[in-house]
């Protein structure tokens, strides 16, 4: 057991707590960073999950989210593809939280962005596309549920404006839906091992913005433990995390990040 463990004890990291929290990460290696809803409501993207989140308040609007009610239900479909084309991430723009983990990138220590979003602000801001894992997929593509083809959102969200309330995948006539994960549908193999290889393979796991209680990415620090990395959670609320992890910051996200991975 390290020393440092003792971090975790206290509510929230002090001024003290920081400067060392700073000097993890300055002194990390191969750093995998965990990002959850918490780090894109600057960028004016709701949270569905948190306290306040959009299922919290109206878990009816969850019911267009399960997969098998968007199978069955031609209605959920149609509400669904509405719904796509008005999604705040269309309109949205990256955060210095987002853009902090650039820096981090162009430092040479990021071993990878793992992230629960859907909303592609990490590519947006700059982040390589080849280090973000999207475990639960992106809304800038559409997936055939049937032949499993995949192309732009926004060929098919044209479709939809062009009056297709529908729009069919144009190679087999089977369901498109965005190539999101929805309640009910299994994650990508790929994406899952990237992301484990990711937590497996760091010095420090950066926790941001997520409220751990969704597997498998909460799972993912106790990979990361396991590994023998660092902890580190930034996030506005309690996570079931916050003990065993090396320090917890309270700190809001976007004064947060950017003083812990900038120079
Ligand atoms: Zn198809």
């Not at 529908?166 to 091992?193: H, N, V, W, Y």
């Not at 913005?209 to 580190?232: C, E, I, K, Q, Y």
Request: charged letters at 20%.
């Amino acid at each position: 057991m390290r020393s440092d463990t003792v971090e975790a004890m206290s509510a929230s990291a002090s001024a003290t707590d920081r400067v060392r929290i700073k000097g993890w990460l300055d002194r990390a290696r191969a750093v995998t960073v965990l990002t959850g809803a918490g780090i894109s409501t600057d960028s004016g993207i709701p949270d569905f999950r948190g306290p306040n989140g959009v299922w919290t308040r109206d878990p009816n609007a969850a019911a267009m989210f399960t997969l098998q009610s968007y199978v069955a239900d031609p209605a959920v479909r149609r509400r669904a593809w509405r719904t796509r084309g008005e999604h705040p991430a269309w309109s949205a723009r990256p955060n210095a939280a987002h853009e902090a983990l650039v820096a981090l990138e162009r430092s040479g220590r990021l071993r990878a962005i793992v992230t629960q979003n859907i909303d592609g602000l990490h590519q947006r801001a700059g982040s390589s596309p080849d280090l973000v894992v999207e475990i639960h997929g992106t809304l800038s593509e559409v997936q055939c549920l049937d032949c499993g083809d995949r192309g732009p959102m926004r060929a098919a969200l044209e479709r939809v404006a062009a009056g297709e309330e529908d729009p069919a995948c144009l190679g087999c006539g089977g369901i498109l839906k965005s190539a999101t994960i929805s309640f009910g549908q299994a994650m990508e193999e790929r994406s899952l091992r990237a992301a484990y290889r990711a937590a497996a393979g760091c010095d420090l796991l950066l926790a941001v913005g997520t409220s751990l209680t969704v597997h498998p990415a909460a799972g993912l620090v106790d990979v990361a433990r396991n590994a023998g990395a660092r902890t580190v959670i930034v996030n506005g609320s309690p996570t079931p995390y916050d003990d065993v992890a090396d320090a917890v910051i309270r700190d809001p996200i976007g004064e947060a990040l950017p003083a812990l991975v900038t120079a």
